[in-house]
């Protein structure tokens, strides 16, 4: 009878051979496919209102440089109708004259412009380089309708013996006739240029505030964007 040893192996039994594995093959993971493409955004046209004066220009050109896709037209505005436009959804956002009444709009104050005193080249106002009110008295000042700027108290002037001009530049012409001066933002006066006027401050003159200002209840992407660019954000940053 054989005998055992240990482990249960028979002596004189031949040695089992141990089997050889075979390797597995690896199976690559699959690599993830290049991310999809957004769909291209519809054309779509940003409407910016601006009362006369008004100066986008640097922020419509960071909005092409920005928002190429979005086209903006610049819609003019007469100031006293500023706020209905901007209800009535004319434009998606203006830039306005203050004061403006805030119910139902999202209004962010940007500047403010000097006053200055519109006379005829002739006039013995121009030899100074800035005017004081006192410096009008006797003179005579022209308020057109569409004013922007309200009363002025200014002592010792003269109301004109006509009716007031339509516009500022009927006011302006007829300074340039001369006949009174007129009292503007410097960038109406500007807006309002020819040779036959100059302007000068007036100092401590009523200011005219200039805001952007839009439908509380539409600040869509377009118009987030528009007061991220008057506010200086750069495209990275987050809004706030």
Known sequence: MAQTGRGGRRRGAPARTARARTPQRRVPSPQP?????????????????????????????????RMPHVALELVPLAAEEQRTSILAGDVDAAIVRLPIDHEDLHVIALYDEEPVVVASVDSAL????????????????????????????????????????????????????????????????????????????????????????WHADRTTPDVDAFVGIVRGRTSNSSRG
């Open 33 to 65: 496919g290049p991310a999809p493409r957004p769909a291209p955004e519809e054309p779509r046209t940003f409407r910016l209102g601006a009362v006369a004066g008004a100066t986008p220009g640097k922020w419509i050109d960071r909005w092409r440089e």
């Open 126 to 213: 121009t030899a100074a380089d800035e005017l004081d009110p006192e410096d009008l008295a006797g003179e005579v000042v022209i308020t057109p309708r569409d004013d922007v700027l309200g009363t002025l108290e200014l002592p010792g002037t003269e109301p004109p013996r006509f009716e007031a001009p339509e516009t500022t530049a009927d006011a302006i012409a007829t300074v340039a006739a001369g006949v009174g001066v007129v009292i503007v933002p410097m960038s109406l006066a500007r807006l309002h240029h020819r040779r036959d006027v100059t302007y000068r401050p007036l100092r401590g003159g009523p200011v005219s505030s200039v805001a952007l200002a």
